[in-house]
T-cell receptor, first 111, second 116 residues
Framework: GQSLEQPSEVTAVEGAIVQINCTYQ??????LSWYQQHDGGAPTFLSY????GLEETGRFSSFLSRSDSYGYLLLQELQMKDSASYFC????????????FGTGTQLKVEL | DAGVIQSPRHEVTEMGQEVTLRCKPI?????LFWYRQTMMRGLELLIY????????DSGMPEDRFSAKMPNASFSTLKIQPSEPRDSAVYFC??????????????FGEGSWLTVV
């Protein structure tokens, strides 16, 4: 099984850079994904790391270190619309397409 | 393209009643998931199917919950009898085989269930 831990809440100001961390304990880890969920909405895919290193997608970047069982999501040039919950999710080599989601981090962007 | 379609979007029911949630995955996707989300427990995987076959139902909380996938374009999650602690948002999600897009799964808008 897998468990993924995240900080429960992060607050930052508009225009700033924020990092949301994710540590995991797992057997058969297959890669780390990040999802965004606005209040009342569905989770939507942001980024995926199959290998160690940094993946960049516009203002968002995601990093994975398998040796440290650790990853993070980096959001740059924060905008008010980035206020949402962010979830890391671990894939499982033994579970087909199974994804286990982390505890979630609520990001509040302030003026 | 239509995304994952769930119904009903909202349901309020009385304790003891049967609840059936429905899901139509994205056409061509061969994996389907049912997740439950609550404030206390976060996003929990209840069950998932590959090619219409249940692969892992270890997340189904108890025998009151059951899920079926009679064909590639339809799945149901049934709760009978329902209890107030079943109140949650139930998400259906689907994806294609891994390797095309990593672990990207596509969620429906959710079914908001309230049991009173």
């Amino acid at each position: 099984g897998q468990s993924l831990e995240q900080p429960s809440e992060v607050t930052a100001v508009e225009g700033a850079i924020v990092q949301i961390n994710c540590t995991y304990q797992t057997s058969g880890f297959y890669g780390l994904s990040w999802y965004q969920q606005h209040d009342g909405g569905a989770p939507t895919f942001l980024s995926y790391n199959a290998l160690d290193g940094l993946e960049e997608t516009g203002r968002f970047s995601s990093f994975l270190s398998r040796s440290d069982s650790y990853g993070y999501l980096l959001l740059q040039e924060l905008q008010m619309k980035d206020s949402a919950s962010y979830f890391c999710a671990g894939g499982d080599t033994g579970g087909g397409n199974k994804l286990t989601f982390g505890t979630g981090t609520q990001l509040k962007v302030e003026l | 393209d239509a995304g994952v379609i769930q119904s009903p979007r909202h349901e309020v029911t009385e304790m003891g009643q049967e609840v059936t949630l429905r899901c139509k995955p994205i056409s061509g996707h061969n994996s389907l998931f049912w997740y439950r989300q609550t404030m206390m427990r976060g996003l929990e995987l209840l069950i998932y199917f590959n090619n219409n076959v249940p692969i892992d139902d270890s997340g189904m909380p108890e025998d009151r919950f059951s899920a079926k996938m009679p064909n590639a374009s339809f799945s149901t999650l049934k709760i009978q009898p329902s209890e107030p602690r079943d109140s949650a948002v139930y998400f259906c999600a689907s994806t294609t085989a891994r390797g095309v897009s990593g672990n990207t799964i596509y969620f429906g808008e959710g079914s908001w269930l309230t049991v009173v």
